[in-house]
């Protein structure tokens, strides 16, 4: 009984805290160069940044991080990140008697926006590329995934304080 009940808070805690993630997605899921990305908004006084945290088997954001958006609109920008914060992750697994290491690398960078860049994202993000080595990483979208949400929790934060 007592493992139940813990296995139902786990379940109900998980499934509450799927609701507060980040916008995201998964790039070339099972390709070498393949790799997680999510972004959040963070507002700090009047300062807006888009923070990036990137994992893959592979590839790490480059120390003087940029990223690239081209919106529906037709609107490009160019962000220049601070230096990421990176961390190799690895795990070691056994198949068949076997023991793997395996290792991927996890990195946060975050990136100065602009009000009138935020306000851009509303028509959604056709294209993101990312600096990262020694595969670049470029994502295009058919139909917008992240510019609107991102507009979203943008438009959240910033109400934050007035909706207190």
Known sequence: MKR???SIIFCLASTLLSFAQPVGYTHKAFAPDGCIVNYRVILQDENCFIEV???SDLSKI???????IRTFAGDVFKLTGN???CEVLSQEVERDGV????TAFSCTVTFPTTAAQMES???????VRLSTEPYEHEKEFKKD??????YELYKKEKNK???F
């Open 145 to 150: 995934k992240i510019g609107k949400p991102l």
């Open 83 to 85: 230096q990421p914060a």
């Open 161 to 163: 304080d007035s909706d």
């Open 62 to 68: 480059t120390d003087n991080p940029t990223m690239m």
């Open 99 to 102: 023991k793997k290491t395996i």
């Open 121 to 127: 994202l509303q028509s959604g993000i056709a294209k």
């Open 53 to 55: 945290h990137f994992e």
């Open 4 to 6: 139940l009940l813990i």
